[in-house]
């Protein structure tokens, strides 16, 4: 079965600044990953996924991923962060054919003014 | 964009007493699914539903936990007994068949608080 970590429980970046939040995932074959956002209270929001192809990927809101196959990584980056980005940001890992989707525990970006 | 629709937004109940939550999966998906969150813990796989039965159950899934869907667009949680330990942010997801690429469509969830 596959699993993710994400290292870093709390971030604060200043506005403005570049941010990147580390992914590291577990899985036999090729995965599946997604990063989603969650604004307080709010649901879940596809930021972007990487399921093949070029290993980095483009998503919503400005941000980017890039996976690495060598470091079973999938970190997210943008660089110029808003205060509107404050949130929480899980990274999962899906398989081929759906199941087992797991999310990460979460990492918390703060932003300062 | 097709969406995911989750009723009520927030529900209060009474410890001891039956819930519903409702979800309305986008209409092509055949996978249907529920997580749950607990107040700033990770979220968490509960159940997955395909061809009108469960698929796979978390743990966390006991005989309190119960999934139907009734009409052939809801899709339902029911907890028989609510516990305090109940309260969390539950989630509804759908996904269409063989589309493991697209990831799940997630509702906006069900703030569930138990009193």
């Known amino acids: 079965a596959q699993s993710v970590t994400q290292p870093d429980i709390h971030i604060t970046v200043s506005e403005g600044a570049s941010l990147e939040l580390r992914c590291n995932y577990s899985?036999?074959?090729?995965?599946?990953l997604f990063w989603y956002v969650q604004s307080p209270g709010q649901g879940l929001q596809l930021l972007l996924k990487?399921?093949?192809?070029?290993?980095l990927v483009q998503g919503i809101k400005g941000f980017e991923a890039e996976f690495k196959r060598s470091q079973s990584s999938f970190n997210l980056r943008k660089p110029s962060v808003h205060w509107s980005d404050a949130a929480e940001y899980f990274c999962?890992?899906?398989?081929?054919?759906?199941?087992?989707?797991?999310f990460g525990p979460g990492t918390r970006l703060s932003v300062l003014p | 964009e097709p969406e995911v629709t989750q009723t009520p937004s927030h529900q209060v109940t009474q410890m001891g007493q039956e819930v519903i939550l409702r979800c309305v999966p986008i209409?092509?998906?055949?996978?249907f699914y529920w997580y749950r969150q607990i107040l700033g813990q990770k979220v968490e796989f509960l159940v997955s539903?395909?061809?009108?039965?469960?698929?796979?159950k978390s743990e966390i899934f006991d005989d309190q936990f119960s999934v139907e869907r009734p009409d052939g667009s809801n899709f339902t949680l029911k907890i028989r007994s609510t516990k305090l330990e109940d309260s969390a942010m539950y989630f509804c997801?759908?996904?269409?068949?063989?589309?493991?690429?697209?990831?799940?469509?997630f509702g906006s969830g069900t703030r569930l608080t138990v009193v």
């Open positions: 997801a759908s996904r269409a068949p063989g589309q493991g690429r697209n990831g799940y469509t």
């Open positions: 899985y036999g074959a090729t995965p599946y």
């Open positions: 990487y399921f093949s192809g070029d290993t």
């Open positions: 999962a890992v899906g398989t081929y054919y759906g199941q087992n989707f797991v």
């Open positions: 209409s092509n998906h055949l996978y």
């Open positions: 539903f395909y061809n009108n039965e469960i698929s796979e």
